[in-house]
């Protein structure tokens, strides 16, 4: 038998996590750290374990879920769960029809005041009625044909924003709250992500995510699936001190009980309010962080709604008011790429026309070579496009008993485009990489505007003035196409441009002829060769010496680099195949461009060579970049975290946890006059120094 005062903490424990649980799932508004809520929540579940008899079904610990069930218990509504009339017309005149029809129906004239009404979101989930009994909830059922619905009692009690004890001392004998379970898309998004991860099935969209998680049989699966809950009404009521008179009042009562009520609601007078909210909501739908369906008005006096009764199933106060469909089927005439700024090609869906949330859909994105084999989307098929908001439509899915017969081949990008639509240079995709590119960096008119930025950025040829206003305006009249067209512009050229004075051109000029004398290195890496950065191409420079020695490198020559592996190998190897890259190299080098080459493999000669290198702290008179600069210039490579592969950690002041790490390691520390004395060129005594 469980003490009195072990009652009395288990109360209290339950009270006071119930209380963070609102305050984290309802308000979004966390009270105490996660670590301090777990430690009360196993406080609680080791008092119910000790005394059984202990556990309500109030119990926070009780929303985890039980055992796998057969089947779900059929359940009889004591108030039947009705459905609305959907308005179809989702212009205007849909809100004027039914502020018309409820006028008429009280017997209003025009000379009667306007009607108020409550107007929120059409939630896109699953209808739930939620009872509670003395403030205790105790069953939970869907809607299922209205008169009778299934029993979900344990599957809603892992929904963490809903209530299991109503927020109030004396509670109604009965109170039903019915509303929405729904899944927030963030939420829907990060499951899915997770799923991926772990090869396990995707949920198909929010809606079917939380039906499906309810009318799941094992709790234990519905409790790891994120849901959420909006209550919109109620159903049986006895025993309520000061029911309130009106819809808007009631929902305002329930989100003082604790029971989630969406903020997106207002009141208002006649048909002008509803079309407001209705182009207001239209407007912010995808902003919203879940999907709707639409809007719902509701007169808001419940002695009018009782006046105004109801047809069949559906009540005269209230009107479901779509939305323009986000989804519409239509056939797939043709599928074509499109190539991006960095190369990659993009497969299109070209469309029969079709009517999509508003407006008049023709292209729809497949994504990659991937997303096709998964939704196996064929020239011919009837898709489903989805288009939500500003977001590029995409085919959802295909309608497989549509397809023609015989059946389309399928579509694949590398045999149906071998060779880049823009210009001509060979596709590849790369292992490890969901898009097929073009590998004509330096040629390709799609990426040209990109090529010219990074070539002419401070890190590369380092062309003081040649920023993206110009590239767009030089490429958009056709006076540059490549990096080599930059060496042949004039000044009469560039004065004649916008925003362009002659000062300035003269200036750009300047820059344009500096950067010629430039390093092997920068030249590397302003190629823009793909995966090849900064500090890969510093490495490539040192390796090979030469520009041609690197061209001519085998796939084994690059992989002797250090961290070059098989991916920044192959990216290397097919940018030299493309002769269109080449011819631009050579145009670059007959304008001028030079560098210093060398016979190359330096990097052993460095007396930092192999060696790893983390910077930490702040050091007294070196930049963290040029302590860098410093480092990989004697061979040494800077990583950003210790390890035990670390050779030295250099700290400054203020160095914290990598310090720690390093010492914990036992990996050898420098100051910075330390490092200084090392990298001196005629250091003697460098290998002696490092020998801690
Ligand atoms: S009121 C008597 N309000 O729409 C009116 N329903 O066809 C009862 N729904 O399955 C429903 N959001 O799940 C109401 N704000 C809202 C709603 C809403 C979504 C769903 C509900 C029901 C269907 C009604």
Redesign the pocket.
């Known amino acids: 038998m469980a003490s009195p005062g072990a009652l009395a903490r288990a109360t209290a424990l339950r009270r006071e996590i119930e209380r963070h649980n609102y305050a984290y799932y309802v308000l979004d508004a966390p009270t105490i750290p996660d670590a301090e809520y777990d430690r009360l929540f196993r406080e609680l579940q080791a008092l119910e374990a000790e005394h059984p008899e202990l556990v309500t079904p109030d119990s926070p610990t009780q929303r985890v879920g039980g055992k796998p069930l057969d089947g779900f218990a059929p359940v009889r509504h004591a108030v039947p ?6 308005e179809t017309d989702t212009e205007a005149s849909g809100a004027r029809a039914f502020d018309a029809r409820v006028r008429k129906e009280l017997g209003l004239d025009e000379t009667d005041l306007p009607v108020e009404y409550a107007a ?9 009625n939620l009872r509670y009994e003395h403030g205790v909830l105790v069953a939970a059922a869907t ?1 299922g044909d209205g008169e009778t619905g299934e029993d979900v009692t344990q599957n809603i009690r892992t929904v963490h924003a809903i209530p299991l004890r109503l927020a109030i001392d004396t509670p109604p004998a009965v109170l039903e709250v ?3 379970v729904f899944m927030r898309r963030d939420d829907f998004e990060r499951y899915n992500e997770r799923q991926r991860e772990a090869g396990k099935p995707t949920l198909v969209n929010p809606r079917n995510g939380a039906a499906g998680s309810i009318r799941q049989l094992d709790p234990a699966i519905a409790a790891q699936r994120p849901l959420s809950f ?1 209550a ?2 109620l159903g049986e009521v006895q025993g309520w001190n000061n029911t309130p008179a009106t819809h808007s009042a009631t929902l305002d009562a329930l989100a003082v009980l604790g029971v989630p009520v ?1 903020g997106e609601r207002i009141t208002g007078l006649g048909a002008t309010a509803l079309i407001a909210f209705h182009d207001d909501i239209a407007a912010r739908r995808d902003q919203l962080p879940f999907d ?2 639409g ?2 008005y ?1 007169v808001n006096r419940f002695d009018l709604q009782r006046e105004l009764g109801f047809v069949t199933r ?2 005269r ?2 009107v ?1 008011h779509k939305f323009p469909a986000q989804e519409e089927l239509t056939t797939v005439l043709g599928i074509e790429v499109q190539v991006g700024r960095t190369g990659a090609l993009t497969p299109v869906a070209r469309l029969a026309p079709v009517f999509v949330g508003g407006v008049t859909v023709t292209n729809a994105t497949l994504h990659n070579q991937d997303e096709i084999d998964r939704k196996d989307v064929r020239v011919g098929d009837t898709v489903i496009v989805r288009r939500a908001g500003d977001v590029i439509p995409e085919v959802v899915a295909v309608m497989l008993g549509k397809r023609p017969d015989p059946a389309p081949p399928r579509f694949n990008i590398l045999q149906s485009y071998p060779v880049c639509p823009e210009c001509g240079s060979h596709v590849v995709r790369l292992e490890g990489e969901a898009a097929a590119r073009c590998t004509g960096g330096l040629y390709c008119p799609a990426q040209r505007k990109q090529a010219l930025l990074h070539f002419a950025s401070r890190r590369a040829m380092d062309i003081e003035g040649l920023g993206d206003k110009l590239v767009d305006q030089l490429v958009d009249r056709g006076l540059v196409r490549t990096p080599a067209n930059v060496y042949k512009l004039n000044l009469e050229t560039l004065a004649g441009l916008e925003r362009m004075a002659e000062k300035s051109a003269a200036n750009l000029l300047t820059a344009i002829e500096t950067s010629k004398a430039t390093t092997l290195a920068r030249f590397i890496f302003a190629l823009g060769i793909r995966n090849v950065g900064e500090s890969t191409a510093r490495d490539l420079a040192l390796h090979f010496g030469s520009l041609d020695k690197l061209i001519a490198a085998t796939e084994a020559d690059l992989l002797a680099v250090r961290d070059v592996g098989p991916i920044v190998a192959q990216s290397i190897i097919q940018f030299f195949a493309e002769p269109h890259n080449l011819g631009v190299v050579e145009k670059l080098r007959a304008a001028g461009v030079h560098w210093p080459e060398s016979t190359g493999l330096q990097q052993s000669a460095g007396i930092l060579a192999g060696k790893t290198l983390v910077l930490t702290g702040t050091l007294p008179t070196l930049t963290r970049e040029a302590a860098k600069e410093k480092i990989e210039a004697a061979g040494g490579k800077v990583a950003g975290s210790v390890s035990k592969k670390t050779d030295y950690v250099v700290a400054g002041a203020e160095a914290g946890s990598k310090l720690a790490k390093a010492q914990e390691l036992g990996v050898a520390i420098l100051d910075e006059a330390r490092l200084l004395a090392l990298l001196k060129p005629n250091n003697k005594n460098g290998q002696h120094a490092l020998d801690f």
């Open positions: 769960m009705l459905s609305i009339r959907t929120e979101l059409k939630f896109d989930g699953l209808a739930i809607r019915r509303g929405e909006f919109y009404g969406c709707i369906d809007v719902v509701k559906e009540p106060w209230a479901a």
